[in-house]
């Protein structure tokens, strides 16, 4: 789009507006049309159906007196009409079709081919049934004169054919077929015919086929037409398959020998995919005999003939060279490869400099052949490898190869891209043979050659880093110094581009290379282009791509303080980032890493900024975080973690009293409940040292006793305080009663029981339900909407940032089992000084 032009450089004089009238005249004619394609009152009368008709009579009302296009819609409603009510339908609408498809048009008989194979593959009616009421149809139409019209009901046919019972078929189709295949018969009957006879025979045993279907292919393999040749030609490997080794090589083989002979081009290239076909049905006297002749041949011909059977040998040379494997004299070996070779390059010799506009059509036809033909070699590559040994392939065809990696051709070069993986198995140790020719492709400019590259670029480069051994060696590809300017050229390359599905896909590989090169090649070049996708790139897919690539390069990072690094900046840039898009990426990110690391590393590092985030004053943040939060849970072992399993129920509960938006606080609700389902990791070894330090011996009902209590979920308590007093030293009544909540432990709650709650938990939504803490003489007692505990820690602000997580401190961390009070004196926080509340002394229900 050209920008708008500037107030100085617009024209508003009369001969400028006089242009501007002309341009909306032009408008307004071609619109005419348009207006005049609308339909007429008269129209629109004939078009409406009464509305109280049921489908059946709806259908045969519209195939009756209906116009054209509501009869194709009709028979496009078959298949559901026949699900609905398969009898009335065959009784009332079928009929009707059958009348409609006389004069039906072109597009209403293909829809109707489509819809007779659709109620075939969904099987309404049983296979008796439709052949009775559809086969004649499709008979019928078979030879139509449309070409399209007559293959789409070919292909219903054949499909047909299929699943008919033997007799059926030996009535209603190979009975008529003689007929049929006559030369009296039209051209067109001929080719049905054919294309009949290759599907018949694997219905009927091998003395059927001699007796009553060979002497019909006989006959058509020696019609006066090339057109029936050609196409008899190329279904004798359907019927060479059906009828056994013996008859293949008393009856098809002289057939095939006959049409590669033939006056028509193309029965010549039938008869000749044909046998590369069947190769493997003939034994070796039959290969080196006949078929190497008939070969050796049609390649000697092909440069004097069209360019389509060039396209055609050079596409099947892979499988003629494998299949003749071990016929061949070193003389024939070696003519076969440098016809390879040849077709390797055909055409670039006549490269030139001039404009496409001047070469005249032909040449230009000639041109798209012959790429055609060096892309056919590109796909043969691997098997040429095979040919002629892969211990021989830098004398023999790394040339070649060379070539077909630098071909002018973008087809060429994504063929040969595609390829290049299959090459690198096939060489092994001599993998380094090809690194340049690697580099060569990471560095093109067609993005569609980056692409197919890359779909195996960890497996070639991990070949590449071991030479082609099983086992990883420490040093990894130190003879490849391009590899790293050429893996950041072809990125950049991806991302300026508007092919993001190929920038995902390349950042996604890239995940392979902690394995390829040194961690601190990947922390210098590649670690902080992972950050500035996420923070800077539009496309969500390539920001996640390149969040999980990058904490696979954190996971395999050697050294501690780039780790700490990285953490800190994921932390800063992207959990405490401005941007609200950055957070949502942080949250990404936290996801990956509990996939990817251990439960440990997560609590220790990501766990507490993760839940400040429950007070995000985006809406979506929020809403992002709850989804996150049972994956969150699940990364906590009781009960070492007890004092993080309570602050991550601190934040659940706030939210479900003070979330204003209601969407979050629906998903708050979902997530609750999902949360108390769970159940929390025990750590034996934890219970096990508690044991030991109470000095005391614990029997297995013990034991178990408290195990359970660890596995309880976590859930909210039937009554919530809001503030508590701290005990006092002067009052032990009052200490008694603390100990005694300490002692509550929240019961898991039902679905019903928790809806019940929701109206108490609405009205908490506009009270402060915030943690408070109540000096006292002998200390500071918190209280909180949970369970009360010996662990107690200290709530955020919504609105105050953690001094632990402000970027001059060091970085946060949560380490197990450190379930300290934290003095809110000493925090240097903005907490709201509590608010004192009578505690009313109510019995603890176990």
């Keep these: 789009m050209h920008p708008p032009p500037s107030a100085a450089a617009m024209d508003f004089s009369q001969n400028s507006l006089f242009g501007y009238t002309e341009d909306l005249q032009e408008l307004t004619i071609i619109e005419r049309p348009v207006r005049r ?236 995919e044909t046998l590369v076909n069947l190769l493997d049905v003939f034994d070796t006297d039959d290969r080196s005999q006949t078929i190497l002749p008939l070969v050796k041949s049609f390649c000697e011909k092909s440069f004097k003939a069209d360019e389509s059977i060039l396209i055609s040998l050079s596409f099947h040379l892979g499988k003629l060279c494998h299949g003749l494997y071990g016929i061949f004299t070193p003389d024939q070996h070696l003519r076969f490869l440098e016809f390879y070779k040849k077709l390797c390059t055909l055409g670039l010799q006549q490269e030139n400099g001039h404009n496409e506009n001047q070469i005249p059509p032909q040449i230009l036809e000639q041109e798209k052949k012959y790429i055609s033909v060096r892309k056919n070699c590109a796909y043969n590559l691997p098997a040429m490898i095979v040919f002629v040994d892969p211990k021989n392939f830098q004398l023999e065809l790394y040339s070649t190869f060379f070539c077909l990696c630098h071909d002018p051709e973008v087809p060429v070069r994504y063929t040969i891209a595609i390829c290049f993986y299959e090459v690198s198995k096939l060489l092994n140790s001599g993998v380094y043979l090809i690194h340049k020719e690697l580099i060569t492709l990471l560095q093109d400019e067609s993005l569609e050659v980056l692409d197919a590259l890359i779909d195996h670029l960890p497996e070639i480069l991990e070949l590449m880093s071991t030479g082609g051994e099983s086992s990883i060696q420490e040093n990894k590809l130190p003879s490849l110094p391009d590899l790293i300017p050429a893996l950041t050229a072809a990125e950049q390359r991806a991302a300026a581009s508007l092919k993001w599905r190929t920038h995902e896909k390349l950042l996604q590989k890239y995940a392979c290379l902690p394995h390829v090169i040194s961690s601190d090649q990947i922390y210098y070049r590649f670690l902080q282009r992972m950050f500035t996708i996420m923070m800077t790139n539009k496309v969500l897919p390539v920001q996640k791509a390149a969040s999980r690539t990058l904490c696979i390069f954190l996971r395999y990072n050697r050294k501690q303080e780039q780790k700490i690094e990285v953490i800190q900046k994921l932390i800063e840039q992207l959990g405490q980032g401005k941007s609200y898009w950055n957070r949502l990426r942080f949250l990404d990110t936290c996801e990956f890493i509990i996939e990817l690391f251990s439960k ?59 979330e204003k938006d209601k969407d979050v606080l629906a998903i708050v609700k979902r997530t609750v409940l999902e949360l108390d389902r769970m159940e929390m990791s025990m750590d034996a070894e934890q219970l096990e040292k508690e044991k030991q330090q109470d000095g005391r011996p614990m029997n297995e009902k013990t034991f178990e006793k408290k195990r359970r209590d660890i596995k309880t979920p976590t859930a909210l308590p039937k009554s919530i305080p809001t503030a508590v007093p701290g005990p006092s030293a002067s009052t032990p009544s009052a200490s008694k009663e603390i100990k005694k909540s300490k002692l509550i432990r929240s019961q898991s709650i039902n679905n019903q029981a928790f809806h019940a709650k929701y109206g108490n938990l609405d009205k908490c939504a506009s009270k402060t339900s915030t943690a408070a803490y109540t000096p006292s003489a002998s200390g500071l007692a918190k209280t909180s909407m949970i369970s009360l505990t010996d662990d107690s820690f200290r709530t955020r602000n919504a609105s105050s940032l953690p001094p632990s997580f402000s970027p001059n401190t060091p970085l946060p961390s949560t380490s197990r089992g450190t379930g300290n009070s934290v003095d809110p004196k000493s925090s240097g926080g903005k907490d709201p000084p509590p608010r004192k509340a009578t505690l009313k002394s109510r019995k603890s229900n176990p």
Aim: include cysteine; charged fraction near 25%; hydrophobic fraction near 40%.
């Design 600 to 658: 440990s590393f997560f609590c220790k590092y990501f766990f507490l900024p993760v839940i400040e985030l429950t007070h995000d004053p985006v809406a979506n943040v929020r809403m992002k975080l709850c989804y996150l939060l049972p994956k969150v849970k699940s990364t906590l072992k009781i009960p070492e973690d007890k004092h993080l399993l309570q602050q991550l129920e601190m934040c659940v509960r706030k939210l479900l009293c003070q």
């Design 37 to 272: 394609s609308l339909k007429t009152p008269e129209e629109i009368e004939r078009l409406t159906v009464d509305e109280d008709l049921g489908d059946i009579e709806r259908a045969v009302y519209l195939l009756s007196a209906g116009q054209d296009i509501q009869g194709t819609s009709v028979i496009a409603n078959l298949p559901f009409l026949m699900r609905q009510n398969p009898a009335e339908t065959l009784r009332r609408v079928l009929p009707k079709v059958r009348e409609v498809l006389h004069v039906a048009s072109v597009e209403m008989q293909l829809t109707a081919a489509v819809s007779f194979l659709n109620i075939l593959q969904e099987e309404s009616v049983s296979i008796h049934t439709y052949a009775h009421s559809f086969l004649q149809i499709i008979l019928l139409h078979v030879e139509h004169r449309d070409a399209g019209v007559s293959n789409a009901w070919l292909e219903t046919l054949l499909s047909v054919i299929e699943v008919l019972p033997k007799e059926t078929i030996r009535h209603e189709i190979l009975n008529p077929l003689v007929s049929k295949a006559q030369l009296s018969q039209t051209v067109q009957s001929r080719l049905v015919s054919c294309k009949i006879l290759g599907k018949l025979t694997n219905k009927f045993d091998a003395h059927t086929i001699k007796r009553e279907i060979l002497p019909l292919v006989k006959s058509l393999c020696q019609d006066v037409e090339y057109e029936v040749r050609s196409c008899m030609c190329r279904q004798l490997e359907n019927i060479a398959q059906g009828i056994g080794t013996d008859l293949t090589k008393s009856v098809v083989l002289p057939e095939l020998i006959e049409l590669s002979r033939d006056e028509g081009c193309s029965v010549r290239l039938a008869a000749f």
